[in-house]
């Protein structure tokens, strides 16, 4: 089973530039989320899904967007990339509900230069 | 700020021993889960325990949560090298179908 599949795993970016960070699940589940991981740190939610067309923001949503076209896969745009977002990203998804769990992807390490 | 803070931040203790790590909150929840970390990798869920829960087991892992305190701990028992990682613990809000994680603990078998 797939599970949660990140894309890129490794990535270095130039300030300015942008990207899309790709997430995919295979769960059908309809909670999907990023957060980010620094150093020595806990995670912070930058955005999240409750289903398809449905998105908000989190604790660290600037310089960040998302959308959720399809159940399955909920990309994560940095549209100018800044030295301050060099960090781990981790893509999560869960069933919809008030006792959800959350699975992890394997997470893509971004540095920004 | 985020929602859970954990106790201590770091943990060494001998194999055999048990370990005990707390979570403090900060607002009304539906529920409280661990999660571990190995190296920078993607977490993993432990355990969930809902708001009219107090105590809840799972193998070795033993997790309680006190509302009026807003506080939980995990414990776990005769610790293995294997459970060297970090742990997290997350709560989702009652307002919001969130999940906010706190800031960790790093928890460290000697052998």
């Known amino acids: 089973n797939a599970g949660v599949t990140q894309t890129p795993k490794f990535q270095v970016l130039k300030t300015g530039q942008s990207m899309t960070l790709q997430c995919a699940q295979d769960?059908?589940?309809?909670?999907m989320s990023w957060y980010r991981q620094d150093p020595g740190m806990g995670l912070r939610l930058i955005h999240y899904?409750?289903?398809?067309?449905?998105?908000d923001q989190g604790e660290v949503p600037n310089g960040y967007n998302v959308s959720r076209s399809t159940t399955e896969d909920f990309p994560l745009r940095l549209l100018s990339a800044a030295p301050s977002q060099t960090s781990v990203y981790f893509c999560?998804?869960?069933?919809?509900?008030?006792?959800?769990?959350?699975?992890f992807g394997q997470g893509t390490r971004l540095t920004v230069v | 700020s985020q929602q859970g803070e954990e106790d201590p931040q770091a943990l060494s203790i001998q194999e055999g021993e048990n370990a005990t790590m707390n979570c403090s909150y900060k607002?009304?929840?539906?529920?409280l889960q661990w999660y571990r970390q190995n190296s920078g990798r993607g977490l993993v869920h432990l355990i969930l325990?809902?708001?009219?829960?107090r105590e809840k087991h799972s193998g070795r892992l033993r997790v309680t949560l006190d509302t009026s305190k807003k506080s939980s701990s995990l414990l776990i028992t005769a610790s293995r090298a294997a459970d060297t990682a970090s742990y997290f613990c997350?709560?989702?809000?009652?307002?919001?179908?969130?999940?906010?994680f706190g800031s960790g603990t790093r928890l460290s078998i000697r052998p």
């Open positions: 769960m059908n589940h309809e909670y």
């Open positions: 607002t009304s929840i539906n529920n």
């Open positions: 997350a709560t989702m809000y009652s307002s919001a179908s969130k999940i906010i």
């Open positions: 899904s409750v289903g398809a067309g449905i998105t």
């Open positions: 325990i809902r708001s009219n829960e």
């Open positions: 999560a998804s869960g069933k919809a509900g008030m006792n959800t769990e959350a699975f």
